[in-house]
């Protein structure tokens, strides 16, 4: 009986709640949506899932689904999301619902959460859709990003690194593809400034969950640094994204071992060998090596 608008902003809220970039990151597309009119209202919000009117609507109703269970809980305390599906198994419809347990109409309710995102989300709507701007217009952010990529092309990087940090004053969030951090970070590489790239590259590591290329440069980075701490955390954030690759295995076990860190060494070298690599010899043998380390005498003899 639970509409599924409210099923999935809690999966999607739980999950941003469990880790660092984990349920949508901020993106263009959403905040373009939003300040269009282009996403539904929360007494809709469930037709944006069913019957969607554009082909990125059902994705963005994810994740505006999340931020009206924040604003709820936020507002309404940790207890309204249990109350709201008890009303639910109760047999009760939505607008019965949010009058029973939010004290409010369904209208209400609406524009509360407009006036939420409005205040959290200001800096990013004004940046991408001005107020009063015509729809579908370049607001600041897309604007600067396009005159530091002109800048970039013409070999002007100071002026590009300087437009670049303009855009992401306006957007801080963004962890999008070749936004402003990543080509920051690019810029402090290419100039040797391994820390100024570390701080840029990890405004996309900790805000966008599927950031494979971004968390392969973090480790690099950070494996110059001599952080194998720092370098550890950006492995485990690649495993998370694609577990099957027994090279980023083998940097994890070795930067593990190298922090005494045995128990996370052996589950890496038991996931090289579950990979079944080409020399299983090399394979067993690492793993018994991390065995000994960890004082797990007779499996490693076996």
Not at 237 to 246: E, M, S
Request: aromatic share 8%.
């Amino acid at each position: 009986r639970v509409p599924r608008w409210l099923s999935e902003g809690i999966s999607v809220a739980e999950e941003r709640r469990a880790r660092s970039g984990w349920g949508f990151d901020e993106t263009l597309d959403f905040f373009d949506a939003y300040a269009n009119g282009k996403l539904r209202p929360v007494s809709q919000l469930n037709e944006g899932f069913l019957r969607p009117r554009f082909e990125a609507e059902t994705i963005l109703s994810y994740n505006l689904a999340s931020l009206v269970c924040e604003m709820i809980e936020s507002q309404w305390g940790a207890a309204a999301l249990p109350a709201m599906l008890k009303g639910y198994r109760e047999g009760l419809e939505t607008p019965e619902v949010f009058l029973k347990v939010l004290k409010v109409t369904p209208d209400s309710l609406d524009k509360a959460f407009d006036a939420y995102m409005k205040k959290r989300y200001a800096l990013p709507l004004a940046a991408i859709a001005p107020k009063g701007s015509p729809p579908g217009t370049a607001g600041p952010f897309v604007l600067a990003m396009r005159k530091a990529a002109d800048l970039a092309k013409d070999g002007k990087t100071e002026e590009a690194r300087t437009e670049l940090l303009r855009a992401q004053a306006m957007f801080p969030d963004y962890a999008g593809p070749n936004g402003a951090a990543w080509q920051l970070a690019m810029i402090e590489k290419e100039r040797g400034n391994i820390k100024a790239a570390v701080d840029q590259i990890s405004r996309i590591t900790t805000r966008n969950g599927t950031a494979f290329e971004a968390n392969m440069l973090e480790a690099d980075l950070r494996e110059q640094l001599g952080d194998t701490t720092g370098m550890k955390r950006a492995l485990e954030r690649v495993i998370w994204i694609n577990p099957y690759d027994p090279a980023v295995h083998v940097r994890l076990a070795v930067a593990s071992t190298r922090t005494r860190d045995f128990k996370r060494a052996i589950l890496e070298r038991r996931a090289i060998l579950a990979l079944d690599p080409a020399d299983k010899l090399d394979a067993h043998y690492e793993l018994a090596r991390a065995l000994i380390d960890g004082g797990e005498f007779a499996e490693a003899r076996r």
